[in-house]
């Protein structure tokens, strides 16, 4: 697993010991590059859930964002995170919370430009997130989630536009979106 753009591309990632599932390389180029079609990253404030080795937040930031704030319910996974963002000279940009992801949105006042969300596919509370995120976003925001190929969000009003990738799926919110964009 490594960085697959900005200006740390090319760097490895280390992944934490246990039951995660990190986002391949060609799913987060993926991601980025739909992505930033929507969103300038440049000086954004990133929200990364489910964050596990804090790939998709650490390579915001390596494409310019200014902040990125992680959220990762478990310890282990939050360590190798922080490991990971002193490797590549981020940790000054970064937040980490050891919470739940969906009770930190439903606390959380902040507002972000861009919110990433990788939970595991099968989270009971997936249709939820949308939900929780998009009142998080700032103006212009986007919500990426990443999830299971075989979960369609199809009839959420917010969705702009949903792509897969073998088996997983990366959906696109925004508030007022029709879907089909």
Known sequence: ?????GRLRG??????????RPTTDRTREAIFNLAQSR???DGARVLDLFAGSGAL?????????????????RGAALGTLRTNADALGLAAQ????RADALRFLERDAGHYDLILAD?????AALGRLPGLALPRLAPGGLFVLEHGADRS?????????????GQTAVSLFRPG???GA
């Open 1 to 5: 697993m490594r960085i697959v753009g």
């Open 11 to 20: 760097h490895r990632l280390r992944a934490p010991n246990g039951a995660t």
């Open 119 to 123: 939970p595991p596919y099968a989270l």
């Open 39 to 41: 969103v300038a990253l």
């Open 94 to 97: 970064c937040a980490f919370h």
């Open 57 to 73: 937040g650490l390579e915001a930031l390596s494409r310019g964002a200014a902040e990125a704030v992680f959220v990762e319910e």
């Open 177 to 179: 979106e029709a879907a």
């Open 153 to 165: 969000f199809d009839g959420d009003p917010a969705l702009e536009t949903s792509r897969r990738y």
